[in-house]
């Protein structure tokens, strides 16, 4: 979609206001495609240590990361500035909610937040991994899925919920942080930690001896989507949805992903083969 295309949209986000869309207060409710062209912003939100997604300098306070990059990019083909919130993850739904900002990418559509807010599809997809002890020969889900495999997570996270799906067998230790998880695997108490391929190669970036990071075939994903206050409108996420969708096809994203790696001192090299995003 061009920038003729998106001023027809705000056209018609328009005469929808004007036919009724209104608030229980009876205020007329422009929808945030309106209002982002009416004010020339794009409001997004970040989190000050999110990196590699978000990263602020505590130097200048100035933004890096890679949805910073995807934002920026959204910004200038609408032709519009950009302010970033502060945000946590946590919060980063009530923004939302709050009509603090107009999007936040870097959610994954849960069942509970689906109840709540809008999502696109997917921004980029990122894999469940596991960083094993050395040596420790697994490759498949069917190798991990064994009752003398010793998997560790951080409890009711979207890891849980994979090693739970698909190596059930397992000893699983559910533990209340990725943290907690990672020192078990340190101190060997277990075999292996469940980590999207992000978080798993920031992690042994950090410490090389940790562990081998393995991507059990077949390969299964989670995704990263971005995240829309609930509105009657639906023409700003069907705008996003489509932006996305083009710029995943362009290569874009994927390649503002692999760069911003290397704030958490992951090159493209690092990847492991026939990885996806």
Known sequence: MDRREFNKLIGFGAVAGAAGLYTGKGALAAGSLERIKASGTLRIAAVADGAPYYQKSVTDGSWRGFYIDICKKLADDLGVKMSILETTWGNSVLDLQADKIDVFFGLNPTPERQKVIDFSGPVFKNAFTMVTKKGLGAKSWSDFNKPEMRIAVDAGSSHDAAVTRLAPNAQISRLKTASDATAALQAGRVDAQCLVLILSLSL??????????????????????????????????????????????????????????????????????????
Do not use: C, H, Y
């Not at 991507?215 to 705008?239: H, I, K, L, V, Y």
């Not at 874009?252 to 990847?271: H, P, Q, R, T």
């Open 204 to 277: 042994r970036a950090k410490n090389a001896a940790l562990g081998e990071i393995v991507m059990p075939t077949p390969a299964d994903f989670t995704t990263s989507n971005a995240g829309f206050r609930r509105e009657a409108d639906q023409s700003w996420r069907e705008f996003v949805d489509g932006w996305i969708s083009r710029e995943r096809d362009s290569g874009f994203i994927k390649n503002a992903v692999v760069k911003n790696m290397e704030l958490v001192g992951v090159k493209e090299s690092d990847f492991p083969p026939g990885f996806e995003i």
